[in-house]
């Protein structure tokens, strides 16, 4: 039989990957076996945070032999340096996968500055 000890005081984390374009930044984190309300996302002072909880999904009346399953609390905070426009962020969840679309304010996209030729 094995015996592990785990330590449910960490912070687990999680995989992400950001991509921008011109108007706007996605995020994507790799969470699964979780549904929506289970993560939290917050956008405070130019930190994007997703966190949450796994939970133990022993069934009662079996012996746990092993387990590879995360248990505990997870985050991750991002800091985005250009301005956004917070009230179009969006977010969506897939097949674990959770997508944060978040758009960028006018001032952050890049300017095509015209030459005047005299």
Same mark, same amino acid.
């Given at each position: 039989?094995?015996?592990?000890?785990?330590?449910?005081?960490?912070?687990?984390?999680?995989?992400?990957?950001?991509?921008?374009?011109?108007?706007?930044?996605?995020?994507?984190?790799?969470?699964?076996?979780?549904?929506?309300?289970? %993560?939290?996302?917050?956008?405070? /002072? $130019?930190? =994007? &945070? @997703?966190?949450?909880?796994?939970?133990?999904?022993?069934?009662?009346?079996?012996?746990?032999?092993?387990?590879?399953?995360?248990?505990?609390?997870?985050?991750?905070?991002?800091?985005?340096?250009?301005?956004?426009?917070?009230?179009? %962020?969006?977010?969506?969840?897939? /097949? $674990?996968? =959770? &997508? @944060?679309?978040?758009?960028?304010?006018?001032?952050?996209?890049?300017?095509?500055?015209?030459?005047?030729?005299?």
């Amino acid at each position: 039989m094995m015996d592990e000890t785990y330590n449910t005081d960490r912070v687990l984390s999680f995989p992400l990957e950001m991509k921008a374009t011109e108007n706007d930044y996605t995020l994507k984190a790799m969470l699964p076996g979780l549904s929506a309300e289970e %993560i939290n996302i917050r956008f405070e /002072d $130019g930190v =994007l &945070t @997703i966190d949450g909880e796994y939970t133990s999904i022993s069934e009662e009346g079996k012996e746990c032999l092993f387990s590879e399953m995360p248990v505990g609390r997870f985050s991750r905070s991002i800091r985005i340096k250009e301005s956004i426009v917070m009230d179009k %962020i969006e977010a969506s969840m897939k /097949d $674990g996968i =959770l &997508t @944060i679309h978040i758009p960028k304010a006018e001032e952050a996209k890049p300017k095509t500055i015209k030459i005047n030729a005299k």
